[in-house]
């Protein structure tokens, strides 16, 4: 049974999310005064709904992961947020994944942007990717602290 949203956090030093030759979204924590920011791969599956986004998003923007037990709250760390629908890979039969428990891009994409909207009606510094674009993602993780949130 697949559970709700989930999004793969990372602790970074840095991050940013390239389509084509662009640069779409970028984080530097340290020209924020701020050690890390957080690295947010978020996928949605079919039963989601935008409260489903909107209590997940308050769930990393309060997680303690950053210096001295703090969260992107506590510490106004910066945010970058990407679409993933591989989250929701089903590997369990053959070699190839099914993806059949993503969410399709007219349902995921508004519960996408209704995560980072709740990041940003909390306060939170954020950037995103491009939905549904081949990207490019460069990042230093720190730690490395990688940890998947489930709703």
């Known amino acids: 049974m697949i559970s709700g949203m989930r999004v793969l956090v990372q602790r970074v030093s840095s991050a940013q999310v390239i389509v084509g030759e662009e640069v779409v979204g970028r984080i530097d924590p340290a020209a924020a005064g701020v050690p890390h920011g957080l690295l947010a791969l978020v996928g949605a599956t079919h039963d989601d709904t935008a409260d489903t986004a909107k209590a997940l998003a308050d769930k990393l923007f309060r997680l303690r992961i950053l210096d001295g037990e ?6 106004n760390a910066p945010i970058l947020v990407v679409s993933q629908f591989t989250l929701y890979a ?3 039969k053959g070699r190839r994944p099914s993806w059949s428990a993503a969410a399709p891009g007219p349902v995921a994409e508004p519960l996408v942007d ?6 940003r009606g909390l306060g939170a510094t954020v950037a995103t990717g491009r939905f549904g674009a081949h990207m490019h993602i460069e990042l230093v993780n720190d730690g490395p602290v ?4 489930e709703a």
Request: proline share 0%; charged share 20%.
């Open 114 to 119: 209704a995560f980072t909207e709740t990041l």
């Open 90 to 92: 089903d590997t369990a």
């Open 70 to 75: 703090r969260s992107a709250a506590d510490l």
């Open 146 to 149: 990688t940890i998947l949130l």
